[in-house]
C-alpha cells in the first residue's frame, strides 16, 4: 500500500554553490526540519525521494543538504519541486484548522454559488495569507490564467468543505473588476 503523502515546502532556489536548496515552508511548524530525515521531491508529474544530510533554518525558510546534491547546477534542477512526507508525520491541528496543502486543488465559489476558478497556491503574507484563486485546478496548464488574490479572512471565508471540495467566498466589493 502507498502512504499517502503531504506537502510540507516548496524548493524555491539553490542556496550557495554546495547543492543547498532554499525551501519555502507550508507549515507553521518551522522547527520541523529537525525531524526530517528523508523526503520526496515532486515536479511536473515526477517524484524522487531524497536523504537529508544537514537541514537548517535561514530567517522564514528552510535550506536542505541532500545526500546526492553537491553542486548549485544540482540544486537548480530541484527548484519548483514541491517537498512531501509521508501524512502520518503530519502534527495533528485542531477542529477547523487546515493544512496548506489540504486546500491546494480546492474549488473557490462564490456565496452564490458562481465558480471563481481553484485554489492553486497560498501567499504567506506576515498579517494574513491570501488565497490564488485560478482558472486551472493546476499550475502549468495551457492558456492565459487569470487569478483572483482573496485575503484569508473570516470575513471573506464563509465555509471551507474539504469532503465535497470547495471553498465558499463573499469576496469584497470590487475585488473581481
Known sequence: MVAEMAIIGKVIAPFGIEGAVKVYPYSDFLDRYRLLKRVELEDKGFSRFKDIKKARRHKNLWVFYFEDCSTRDEAQDLVGSLVKIPAVQRV??????????????????????????????????????????????????????????????????????????????????????
Open 92 to 177: 495533528p491541528l485542531p477542529p477547523g484548522s487546515y493544512y496548506l496543502d489540504e486546500l491546494l486543488g480546492l474549488e473557490a465559489r462564490e456565496a452564490g454559488g458562481k465558480k471563481l476558478g481553484y485554489m492553486r497556491d497560498i501567499l504567506r503574507t506576515g498579517s494574513n495569507d491570501v488565497y490564488v484563486i485560478s482558472e486551472e485546478k493546476e499550475q502549468g496548464q495551457a492558456g492565459s490564467r487569470r487569478e483572483i488574490l482573496v485575503p484569508a479572512l473570516k470575513s471573506v471565508v464563509k465555509e471551507i468543505n474539504r469532503e465535497k471540495g470547495y471553498i465558499l467566498l463573499e469576496l469584497p466589493a470590487g475585488l473581481l473588476e
